[in-house]
């Protein structure tokens, strides 16, 4: 079988030939010994004779070869190229899942905006003003794009708004919670489309009319995120109440025990997670809603981007 190197009969058994256009990454690491490169004559196979002067048999004719320690460098890296995109890429395909993901997409770009205004901040505090007036210009760029990609929000709510009827909550707390928070958004939607709509004058809506959808928008926002640190409270309740029935249900095989622990800290994980996305979106809301709010951009930048890489961690898990 051909795998690269030549052996030459005529020669010490540890020299070797090596054709740089077969060689494979570890025969160029190990940089074995190398012998002359034999020369080539064209073989005739019914008469059994070589037409070439040389007399050389069959056996030995073979294509011209470089030892390897003559190899150039662009030769070795094609060649470790070509071995490191031969296999698999598993993170890559993850990554593409990520971003394939409608969640996945605008957690992307979720973390870019929020970032870029501490970057903002930064360059502010260091007095380079074009610099951090061209992030500040990304920054708002982000922004808007998120917006115009939620003018069909109202599509998937109203389909998840069906999910809740169709399966109830585990408590009534919890279902009416889910109706009202609901509700908040199918508000929250349209007049966060007035508003987009009206400020690029798209649909030349008035600019008291403009100003009052961008506020209401984000006040209904903020009533969610209140009501969801209810539903949040209710959640806990419920996990807490696993956790003892498990301890206090009696005689259980340990594997089994041991599963459904497993299970409770695995909600309890998202349940922090979920706390912590919650309390970064409250001071947000709170910023938007109030006219005339001091809280200041670089604070804006870290909530937000805290709630960003939260959000992403969970979508990339679920995209594993």
């Not at 690491?29 to 008469?47: D, F, G, I, L, R």
């Not at 870019?112 to 360059?123: C, D, G, N, R, S």
């Not at 498990?246 to 998202?270: F, H, N, P, R, W």
Request: aromatic fraction near 10%.
């Amino acid at each position: 079988m051909d795998n690269g190197i030549t052996p030459d009969n005529s020669l010490d058994s540890s020299a070797v030939l090596v054709n740089p256009s077969e060689l494979s990454y570890a025969q160029i690491v190990a940089k074995q010994p190398t012998a002359p490169v034999p020369h080539t004559s064209e073989y005739n196979e019914k008469s059994g004779s070589t037409s070439g002067t040389s007399g050389m048999s069959n056996k030995d004719e073979k294509k011209p070869v470089v030892p390897v320690n003559k190899l150039r460098g662009n030769h070795i890296l094609a060649l470790a190229l070509r071995r490191m995109l031969k296999g698999p890429a598993p993170t890559l395909d993850h990554i593409i899942r990520f971003l394939s993901s409608g969640s996945g997409h605008d957690k992307f770009w979720m973390i870019t905006q929020y970032f870029t205004k501490i970057v903002v901040w930064v360059f502010a505090k260091k007095g380079q003003k074009s610099a951090s007036e061209r992030v500040r210009t990304l920054s708002n760029l982000v922004s808007d794009y998120r917006i115009m990609i939620r003018l069909t929000g109202l599509v998937p709510m109203a389909q998840y708004v069906r999910y809740a009827e169709q399966f109830p909550a585990q408590t009534r707390l919890l279902q009416w919670l889910d109706r009202v928070m609901n509700l908040t958004l199918v508000c929250y939607y349209p007049l966060e489309h007035i508003y987009w709509l009206g400020a690029h004058q798209i649909i030349p809506f008035s600019e008291k009319l403009v100003d009052f959808s961008g506020y209401w928008s984000c006040r209904f926002w903020a009533v969610w995120v209140a009501m969801q640190f209810v539903r949040l409270g209710e959640e806990y309740r419920l996990i807490k109440g696993k956790k003892h029935k498990i301890y206090t249900q009696g005689k259980i095989d340990a594997t089994k025990m041991q599963e459904e622990l497993d299970a409770v800290d695995a909600e309890t994980k998202s349940w922090k997670i979920q706390m912590l996305i919650n309390a970064c979106y409250f001071p947000l809301t709170l910023h938007w809603s109030i006219r005339g709010s001091t809280f200041p951009d670089v604070a804006v930048g870290v909530c937000g981007t805290i709630a960003a890489v939260a959000q992403a961690y969970n979508v990339w898990n679920a995209t594993a």
